[in-house]
């Protein structure tokens, strides 16, 4: 549990002048780079934007007292502490699809609403699964219980930081510069992006989503994949024709994203995950992974992995035991293959004449660096 003077490694934050944001990235650097240098330029500009722009509302609260700023510092931690900007430097991918000379500067602003959206669904999730570690530190519900010194109080106050969020989300996009005839359909993605997740995130957490891939295109390639895509491409003027491409592929390209994340979620390392050990099998995910393992497993593995699942006091070694488990029924190399498959159908998509050379050099490399990647 973290100090009541703040989360682990930010204490020097909070007492000091906050620190001056990244420099932003030169546009021409980044329209140069493919995917992977895309994504390394998008995120330091939008580290900048985000801990400008939350610096800023910490301030601004702080008249309203304590418990009013940890809720903003929280958010502001969290957004800071890490995170690939994957959404971000996506959204600057379906940007460029639609115009290779517009100003990147909507972009990038965007892509500050799209980070905060995501954390808007990070801080839910967390409170939801009670998972109590994210990025290597507190989850936000459980440093604002240590703050207020009440775990019920540090839920309630994380549902409203997951709130407050998706407010900064929306008033940040509404400020995007671009012509005000682009803004509507571009709020409206933003908003169907959100409703997809809900709606997905429901399926899951009830356990009624029978076809799991369904509920990953719905609570993950929607606002992972598809959403930053097309709300790029619509704040660049994109065509109908456009949207249609980048719809065929970013669903398989976000399914792929999610069963990589099941993976990572069992055999990465936490050190580079900032997620606990076998946290989706104790909170018992019904991930295809897992479905797979249960299926195929016989006998002692079978009962090693069913004692883990849901088991939020399972041991660490009984954790590392069933993930052992998932190796050696097939269930991983089966997640892997699938993942292959899906790579394939997404990179079958961009043939279409709707998309410039450097637009289908930019989504393919996006596609594999989103299905092979380690964090």
């Not at 007492?15 to 944001?21: G, I, N, Q």
């Not at 992974?289 to 497993?297: F, I, M, P, T």
Request: net charge positive.
């Amino acid at each position: 549990m973290a100090s009541r003077s703040g989360p682990p490694r930010q204490r020097q934050k909070r007492t000091a002048r906050p620190p001056t944001p990244p420099t932003r990235a030169k546009a021409k650097a980044i329209e140069r780079n493919t995917f992977a240098g895309l994504a390394g330029a998008v995120r330091k500009d939008v580290d900048g934007r985000l801990g400008s722009l939350l610096s800023g509302r910490v301030a601004a609260v702080k008249p309203l007292g304590r418990e009013v700023t940890d809720l903003v510092t929280a958010i502001r931690d969290l957004c800071l502490r890490g995170g690939k900007r994957t959404r971000a430097a996506l959204l600057v991918a379906g940007y460029r699809a639609a115009s290779r000379s517009a100003p990147l500067e909507p972009a990038l602003d965007a892509g500050v609403a799209l980070e905060l959206l995501h954390v808007y669904f990070l801080i839910h999730d967390d409170w939801m699964d009670e998972d109590t570690i994210r990025r290597g530190g507190p989850a936000v519900h459980a440093w604002l219980a240590s703050r207020l010194r009440s775990r019920r109080l540090g839920e309630r106050a994380g549902v409203l930081a997951g709130d407050l969020a998706v407010a900064y989300a929306q008033h940040a996009l509404a400020r995007v510069d671009v012509p005000r005839t682009r803004l509507p359909a571009a709020l409206a993605a933003f908003a169907e992006m959100q409703e997809a997740a809900v709606l997905g995130q429901q399926l899951d957490v009830v356990g009624k989503g029978t076809n799991i891939e369904k509920v990953y295109e719905l609570k993950t390639a929607s606002y992972t994949v598809r959403g930053p895509l097309r709300l790029g491409a619509l704040l660049a003027g994109g065509s109908p024709k456009l949207l249609e491409t980048l719809d065929r592929f970013a669903t398989p390209a976000g399914i792929a994203f999610q069963l990589r994340d099941d993976l990572l979620s069992a055999f990465g390392d936490p050190a580079q995950t900032g997620k606990p050990l076998g946290s989706d099998l104790k909170s018992g995910k019904k991930t295809p992974l897992l479905q797979l393992g249960l299926r195929r497993a016989r006998g002692k593995d079978h009962r090693l992995l069913e004692a883990v699942v849901g088991n939020a006091k399972a041991r660490p070694s009984d954790l590392q035991k069933a993930i052992d488990v998932l190796e050696r029924s097939g269930a991983r190399e089966a997640v892997e293959k699938r993942i292959e498959q899906l790579l394939g159908s997404a990179l079958a998509q961009l043939g279409s004449a709707s998309l410039s050379a450097d637009a289908r050099e930019l989504l393919g490399s996006a596609a594999r660096a989103m299905a092979a990647r380690v964090t």
